[in-house]
């Protein structure tokens, strides 16, 4: 199967850490995993890739396991505007391939 | 920059009425795409294109067609409306196909009754 699979939902505190995990034990060797966030009423928004090492950027970490079957989204310090659908997704097929979106993970922040 | 923007917003069509989308963006990207998000679900590709006069199927093609006559525009036609294309539907584009960022508009919320 193509999608990755994620928690329907999750909650947070506002300003703590949040650790989105993400399986994907299907993924092949050249097939990125993307990770978009989508708040409400809004087309999805770009919030990092990765091939097979960690990357960090300025709205989040991506944390791959060794054996690329899953991965991690870290945000460092939520915040009331990272309420959101975060879908974590793989393109399937590579260089040339699309972006399979599943239904993603709902996270809700408290103040 | 505008970035991607999508035209219209909003509308109403009766089943077997026609219609098209249309989606603009100015980043000179080669890739564009039209995606389709039912309530609750994730988006699911339509039709995309990898660069002018070129379109290509993607997981839920049937019902729709596409033009890309210039690189800045993409169109989603629709036919022959029917009620189960009643959706959202967003445009994105991208530098390149499989390993870089997509960008997307702001959707068009399409209702047929």
């Known amino acids: 199967d193509a999608k990755t699979t994620q928690p329907n939902s999750m909650e947070s505190n506002e300003e703590e850490p949040v650790h989105l995990p993400c399986n994907h034990s299907?993924?092949?060797?050249?097939?990125?995993i993307h990770w978009y966030r989508q708040l409400p009423s809004q087309g999805p928004e770009y919030v990092i890739h990765?091939?097979?090492s960690n990357v960090n950027n300025r709205m989040a970490s991506l944390a791959i396991a060794e054996d690329r079957k899953s991965s991690t989204l870290i945000l460092h310090r939520a915040t009331l505007r990272d309420a959101a659908v975060y879908y974590c997704?793989?393109?399937?097929?590579?260089?040339?391939?699309?972006?399979?979106f599943g239904k993603g993970t709902k996270l809700s922040v408290k103040p | 920059n505008a970035g991607v923007t999508q035209t219209p917003k909003f509308r109403v069509l009766k089943t077997g009425q026609s219609m098209t989308l249309l989606c603009a963006q100015d980043?000179?990207?080669?890739?564009m795409y039209w995606y389709r998000q039912d309530p609750g679900m994730g988006l699911r590709l339509i039709h995309y294109?990898?660069?002018?006069?070129?379109?290509a199927k993607g997981e839920v093609p049937d019902g729709y067609n596409v033009s890309r006559l210039k690189k800045q525009n993409f169109l989603l036609g629709l036919e022959s409306a029917a009620p189960s294309q009643t959706s959202v539907y967003f445009c994105?584009?991208?530098?390149?196909?499989?390993?870089?960022?997509?960008?997307f508009g702001p959707g068009t919320r399409l209702t047929v009754l």
């Open positions: 994105a584009s991208s530098t390149t196909r499989g390993y870089s960022e997509q960008f």
């Open positions: 299907t993924i092949s060797g050249t097939d990125y």
């Open positions: 990765g091939l097979t």
């Open positions: 997704i793989r393109n399937y097929g590579g260089s040339q391939g699309n972006l399979i």
């Open positions: 980043m000179n990207h080669e890739y």
């Open positions: 294109s990898v660069g002018e006069g070129t379109t």
